[in-house]
């Protein structure tokens, strides 16, 4: 098999062989296109979008800057929202549920290299999947480390590594990132810590 059929495996290849760093610079110059987008060109973010992306749901938005490495091995649900700054190193697959909210200079990172200096300069590198389930938020300065799922419904505190599966309903944070507490309907009435809400339409 070739250096792109092994990456997608999430087994050894090399980075710069058979066609992958023509495809990254393809996808650069779509990305460059949605960085440089002036302000009065907004609307068209979500068509730029469909274009980088394998796959892309309903009500899509995202705030440049914005920086990937091949975009077709990312997929992501309805209603998406990423902030300022997100950074999805997609070698192999980045799956994004629907509903899922991203805060800024979030991470995620499906690439990595071998531990060992002598392993990790023959220039071989892997990646492993991840998947972001529906309704999750990942708060700002997040990073999701390769072959990671997060629960549905989960709540990512700002600065969080994620080194491993987080479960559904929970609110998780730390370094590295670990369950706090399940989410339940006692956190409904709250926007806020204990600050309840004072409307009636949420």
């Not at 070739?2 to 980075?15: C, V």
């Not at 274009?51 to 091995?73: R, V």
């Not at 629907?98 to 590198?125: C, F, K, M, T, W």
Request: proline residues 7%; aromatic residues 10%; hydrophobic residues 40%.
């Amino acid at each position: 098999m070739d250096q792109k059929e092994r990456m997608l495996r999430g087994l050894p290849y090399r980075a710069w062989q058979d066609g992958l760093e023509a495809e990254r610079e393809a996808c650069k110059a779509k990305v460059y296109a949605l960085n440089t987008l002036p302000p009065e060109q907004r609307g068209r973010i979500p068509e730029l979008l469909r274009a980088l992306f394998g796959k892309a749901g309903k009500n899509i938005w995202l705030e440049p800057p914005f920086h990937c490495d091949y975009g077709w091995n990312i997929e992501v649900g309805d209603n998406f929202f990423a902030n300022y700054n997100l950074t999805i190193l997609d070698v192999c697959k980045v799956t994004i549920g629907d509903n899922v909210q991203i805060a800024p200079n979030v991470s995620l990172y499906a690439a990595g290299h071998p531990v060992h200096p002598a392993s990790r300069n023959s220039g071989y590198e892997y990646g492993a999947p991840i998947t972001i389930g529906s309704n999750v938020w990942l708060g700002g300065s997040t990073v999701v480390l390769p072959g990671v799922a997060i629960g549905e419904g989960t709540v990512i505190g700002a600065g969080s590594v994620v080194t491993k599966d987080i479960p559904a309903g929970c609110i998780a944070a730390g370094n590295p990132c670990r369950v706090l507490r399940t989410i339940t309907e006692a956190d409904r009435p709250f926007y806020f810590k204990d600050r309840p809400f004072d409307v009636a339409d949420y």
